[in-house]
């Protein structure tokens, strides 16, 4: 059994203990052993499953097949004497010699020694069958210069709110945009939050249930099926167990992986919680505060069955602790504002400031912290995007409406390293599927479904040095 199977299933364990009956606790503790040999064989791509399969079988045949009694052969019977037996017979009279002389004895003739026959010869004992030589184990994913990813991720209120001349971010593009690459052209996949963090950690495409944001853990109907290239059929919420994720693929490499949300508490204590999602009823929408929507983590049985949701998706107040060393931040951090400093419409207690300008105000005061830390400064790269679109604001009474924007889902997005061009542009089309797939690439690990598509951009090689980079 891998190591990383044992820490899975150790994880689990704890994190069972730990849920709540809302958050699937009895079915998360009852499928912890075969969720286990599923994951463990599709992350690690060893054939995990068929070992354990074979050993509970043959436990469960030991259990309960009981040997046969042999009968013992009966002893042989005694043989009775017959009555012949019990009379003493008279010995019979000699014979009386003969008249006629005996004839002398002719010589005795002894017959020639025979030599003994020569011993064989013992065969040759047979040498043993070669075993045939172990398969080499496939080599272990290797990081390139970048070992710490950040990525936050805000909603937007348009490209111009947050890069154009009348940019409503100053601190985002006055500030910020100086230090890094613009990519000038990223842009999601649909206006609501759900589907771009589904789909930055996994590559699955958006379906309807995703678009309209998840309030129940819905599963995908049992008529769902996978394709070749990865993507699960059909609508629904929770995907599968075999449907794999970034930290999944992270964790089978070797490599950590946090999820920071804030305001994330429980909803019935309101005591901070990990792993926060509804499960059996609606969510409870709080102003402001934390949501599901925001959480992508939560959506996936891989990560859910297995415990890695409930030990390393936590409140953000964990960030700061976890920043003050290297050894303690996470190879890949992803990091989600509140509804209001994520810059959702409407989200903000009246009178602060919201939006566009909550966003702002939350980057200004958490990138300092993460810029900052020893392991940026060592070998990071920090990623500010957006992962959903607010609905156009209403003109002011009495203004025009501003005009239509070409692309209502380019958002723009910034890219921040020692290893990125600071005050560059790159036009390329970028969008979710491209950050799953630079993250991937960075830390050498295979591409998980729409990442996989050659029409996926990646940014990957100018910041591994490829391709004519620095």
Known sequence: MSGWLRVRIRAALAAAATLTGK???LLVASSVVATSAIVAAAATNQPEASPLASILGHSLAADHTTPAAVRPAPEPEPEEAGPAAAVEREPAPAPEPSVAPAPEPEPAIVPEETPPAPEPEPAPAEEPAEEPEAAPAPPKPEAGRIKHVFLVSLVSSGYQAAFGSASQMPYLSGTLRPQGTLLGNYAVLDKAITPNGVAAISGQPPNKMTKEGCPVLTAFPSTSTTTKAGIVTGEGCAYPVETQTLGDQLEAAGFSWRAYMEGMASPTTGEPE???YPATEPETAVTG???????PFAHFHSLLD?????TD???ITELKVDLKSAAKTANVSYISPDL????VA???AEGEPTGPAAADAWLEEVVPEIVGSPAFKKDGLLIIAFGGVNPPSPPAEGQPAPPAQPNPLRTGALVISQFATAGASDGAPYDPYSLLRTTEELFGLGQLAKAADPKTKTLAPPLLGENGGA
Not at 340 to 343: M, Y
């Open 23 to 25: 958050r699937f606790g």
């Open 313 to 315: 998706d936590v409140p």
């Open 306 to 310: 297995l415990g890695a949701c409930a």
């Open 346 to 348: 409407g989200q903000c």
């Open 340 to 343: 209001c400093s994520a810059g």
């Open 274 to 276: 990990n792993c926060v």
């Open 289 to 295: 505060g934390y949501s599901s929507q925001l959480n």
